[in-house]
């Protein structure tokens, strides 16, 4: 039996028992199953490819996942809430956004109270970084076709030795995350991973971010420091390996620190998007990105356009590379939990050959 259907197979199974336990409990606690299936047809170049591959593919737009999520009145303003959510590709069925360094509820395996106080997480959950990133470009969570995603969050894949800006991933395992409550559109998250080292207790990741919307202006900000990578720590206090990035004999980079910010602001015919994000490391290695996007209302869609520049420096890399990364795309809603979007996207890496992509895709959320 190959390894992705034993886990397709335990994940139906866990499906069945949340269905089975979940019956007698409904009159207390809300469970939910829900879930996101985004699958696309491409012809796709990234820069530094050495040749064009047709595929169907999971997740244009956004990776496809399935789970559950529920929460309980205790009374008294107090809820309880939890969140088991999983990562698949729904062009094979295989579980994980990839193979390998991936787990079954990678996406969420948290539990938490909410009140007035406002909310407490433990488990895996998001990372600092994530909400900021995907709230302020007009191509959201899109790992394919979204530039500033494919610079920030993107691990290596070609010859090119390019690899993510932003180290630790997109969610935290063995972590607390409080959340403040709503002060008139403004909201906090403060964020800390246990890096469960024995005798290592200064191992760990940490990180905030805020949240500001009113109107139609929005703003955002984050800071995360990380010594610690995700979901599971197979390669202890490297959290850009040095086989992702073509750093110098012996050097390798213990400790990452990077910080974000991000505005909009909705002119009604057109909404506007601008970050810029930062990362320096415990070698002489940092990037820069710098992040413009535009989504235009149009008949029952958007247009949606982004650019992204990456300008990497310091001795890790022995020169400055740069990368410039440019999508322009349409999203067509047929419903409101249904779309279609067509994208064409441009990437260049110094050095590296000239990358284009074309992605035709439905995206479903139930």
């Known amino acids: 039996m190959y390894p992705a259907k034993n886990k397709l197979r335990k994940l139906q199974l866990v499906a069945a028992l949340g269905a089975t336990i979940a019956l007698p409990a409904m009159a207390q606690t809300s469970v939910q199953v829900t ?12 820069s530094g490819d050495s040749a064009r591959t047709s595929v169907v593919d999971s997740g244009g737009m956004t990776t496809s996942w399935i789970g559950f999520k529920g929460t309980e009145d205790l009374g008294g303003g107090l809820s309880a809430k939890f969140n088991l959510t999983s990562f698949f590709r729904s062009n094979t069925g295989a579980t994980g956004r990839f193979d390998g360094n991936e787990t079954m509820f990678s996406r969420d395996a948290n539990v938490g109270l909410v009140g007035s106080f406002g909310a407490i997480s433990l488990g ?8 900021p990133s995907i709230l302020f470009n007009p191509f959201g969570d899109s790992f394919k076709l979204s530039p500033l995603i494919l610079h920030m969050d993107v691990p290596w894949f070609n010859a090119s030795g390019w690899t993510n800006s932003v180290a630790g991933d997109t969610g935290w395992s063995n972590e607390i995350i409080y959340t403040t409550p709503d002060f ?11 890096g469960e080292v024995a005798g290592n207790t ?15 202006l929005a703003l955002t900000a984050y800071y995360q420091r990380v010594q610690v990578n995700n979901p599971l720590e197979l390669s202890p206090g490297n959290v850009q390996p040095a086989t992702n990035i073509p750093l110098p ?14 505005a909009t602001y909705d002119f009604t015919i057109a909404k506007l998007f601008a970050t810029y994000d930062q990362t320096s490391h415990d070698i002489d290695l940092k990037d820069k990105t710098f992040q413009l996007g535009t989504s235009i209302p149009l008949g ?3 247009i949606l356009a982004s650019w992204a520049d990456t300008k990497r420096s310091g001795a ?6 740069k990368r410039d990364t440019a999508s322009l795309g349409y999203d067509y809603n047929l419903s409101k939990r249904t779309d279609l979007y067509a994208v064409y996207m441009y990437d260049k890496i110094t050095d590296q050959t000239v990358g284009s992509s074309v992605a035709l895709g439905i995206r479903h959320r139930f």
């Open 249 to 262: 004999s012996g050097m390798v980079a213990a400790r990452q620190s990077s910080w974000f910010l991000g």
């Open 184 to 194: 008139s559109g403004l909201k906090a998250n403060f964020h800390y991973q246990f």
């Open 202 to 216: 200064g191992k760990n990741n940490i990180g905030a971010n805020i949240l500001y919307f009113h109107g139609p």
């Open 300 to 302: 029952q869609g958007a």
């Open 316 to 321: 890790a890399v022995g020169e400055s590379l």
């Open 124 to 131: 895996r959950d998001l990372a600092p970084n994530f909400l």
């Open 35 to 46: 879930g996101l299936v985004d699958t696309y047809v491409g012809s796709l170049k990234y």
